[in-house]
C-alpha cells in the first residue's frame, strides 16, 4: 500500500512568513495526526482528526497555528507568522479505527530564518 | 498528561552485544506502548509494540518488556548489528486512536 504521503519536504522561510505543509494519509486511514520534531526530541502531539473533525488539538499554538482536513482525507498545517521557534521537522501520521499503529510520513523540514 | 521518560539518550555497544532502552510513564491509563526506530533524515517507523494486556513481546532479535505497575517498559535488542544504528523513541497512549506520547529519543551507535 502506498504510505502517508507530504509536500514539501523542505522549506525556509524568514521570520514573520507564513507557510503551509500538505499531507495525504493512507488511504482508508480515518485519524490524521501532526506532530512537530524539534532537533533531538521526540515527536510532539499538535492536532489529532478523526475523519474530518478535530478529536485533540490541546498542544496547538492557535495564535499562530492552524489545520483542516477536508473531505476526511488531505490535511494542511498552517503556520502564520512564523517564529525562529517553529523551526523543526513536521511529521504527518495516519492510523485505522480499529488498530492504533500510526504510519508516518517523510516529514516536512521548516526552517525560519 | 502523559509524561514519558527516556534512558539513556546515547548508547554505544560493540557488534553483537545486546542493547537495553528503558522508558517511564505516568498515566496509568496508557495501554499501548510502541517503539519507533529512526534513521537519519527518515520517518519513525514501527519496529514493535506492546500492549498492557502482555508482559513481553520478542520479533527476531527485538523484545518489548512491560511492567504495568512499576510504569515501566524497555527494549531489549539482541546480537546488535550496524545497521540498528539509529534514534529509538518509546511512546505510550490509551488505546486505539488516541495520540502518542512519545520520549526524548535514544541514539544507539553499534560499532562492528
Known amino acids: 500500500e502506498a504510505g502517508v504521503a507530504q509536500s514539501p519536504r523542505y522549506k525556509i522561510i524568514e521570520k514573520r512568513q507564513s507557510v503551509a505543509f500538505w499531507c495525504n494519509p493512507i488511504s482508508g486511514h480515518a485519524t490524521l495526526y501532526w506532530y512537530q520534531q524539534i532537533l533531538g526530541q521526540g515527536p510532539k502531539l499538535l492536532i489529532q482528526?478523526?475523519?474530518?473533525?478535530?478529536?485533540?488539538d490541546s498542544q496547538l499554538p492557535k495564535d499562530r497555528f492552524s489545520a483542516e482536513r477536508l473531505k476526511g482525507v488531505d490535511s494542511t498545517l498552517k503556520i502564520q507568522p512564523a517564529k525562529l521557534e517553529d523551526s523543526a521537522v513536521y511529521l504527518c501520521?495516519?492510523?485505522?479505527?480499529?488498530?492504533?499503529?500510526?504510519?508516518f510520513g517523510p516529514g516536512t523540514r521548516l526552517t525560519v530564518l | 498528561g502523559e509524561n514519558v521518560e527516556q534512558h539513556p539518550s546515547t548508547l554505544s555497544v560493540q557488534e553483537g552485544d545486546s542493547a537495553v532502552i528503558k522508558c517511564t510513564y505516568s498515566?496509568?491509563?496508557?495501554?499501548?506502548f510502541p517503539w519507533y526506530k529512526q534513521e537519519l533524515g527518515k520517518r519513525p517507523q514501527l519496529i514493535i509494540d506492546?500492549?498492557?494486556?502482555?508482559g513481553e513481546k520478542k520479533d527476531q532479535r527485538i523484545a518489548v518488556t512491560l511492567n504495568k505497575t512499576a510504569k515501566h517498559f524497555s527494549l531489549h535488542i539482541t546480537e546488535t548489528q550496524p545497521e540498528d544504528s539509529a534514534v529509538y523513541f518509546c511512546?505510550?497512549?490509551?488505546?486505539?486512536?488516541?495520540?502518542?506520547?512519545f520520549g526524548k529519543g535514544t541514539s544507539l551507535l553499534v560499532t562492528p
Open positions: 482528526f478523526q475523519n474530518n473533525g478535530v478529536v485533540d
Open positions: 511512546a505510550a497512549s490509551m488505546e486505539s486512536g488516541y495520540a502518542l506520547n
Open positions: 498515566d496509568s491509563a496508557s495501554n499501548y
Open positions: 506492546i500492549r498492557s494486556n502482555v
Open positions: 501520521a495516519s492510523s485505522s479505527s480499529s488498530y492504533n499503529e500510526q504510519f
